[in-house]
């Protein structure tokens, strides 16, 4: 199964498996990762769920849409070049290994 690595603020890392169609929100808060709290449940209407996705995996998702691209803009944190909302980053076996740093803070 193909895995992704939140990486907090701390630097501390939090390595999980998910199952390729989920998305990297439901997946942390699935698996309890701090600091993801995805409160809309993926409808792109509360952004928190903002990470900044590491490289090489950035370029390989396709760009954000217009409502993602707006909802980056009120985001808690700074947006970054490569913040995305994970709600909307769907695993699949190209972006086993994929990395993101969870933005801090989400609200
Ligand atoms: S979970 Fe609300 S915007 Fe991603």
Redesign the pocket.
């Known amino acids: 199964m193909p895995r992704v690595t939140y990486i907090h603020s701390s630097g501390e890392r939090n390595e999980v498996e998910v199952p390729i169609g989920q998305n990297l929100?439901m997946a942390a808060t699935g698996h309890g990762i701090e600091g993801i709290a995805?409160?809309?449940?993926?409808?792109?209407?509360?952004?928190?769920?903002h990470v900044v996705v590491e490289e090489p995996f950035a370029a390989l998702l396709p760009a954000p849409d217009d409502t993602e691209d707006q909802?980056l803009d009120y985001t808690a944190a700074p947006r970054q070049a490569n913040s995305r909302?994970c709600?909307q980053i769907v695993m699949s076996d190209m972006l086993d290994g994929i990395a993101v740093r969870i933005a801090d803070p989400q609200v």
């Open positions: 929100m995805g409160d809309c449940g993926g409808a792109m209407s509360c952004a928190t769920c909802m909302l709600c």
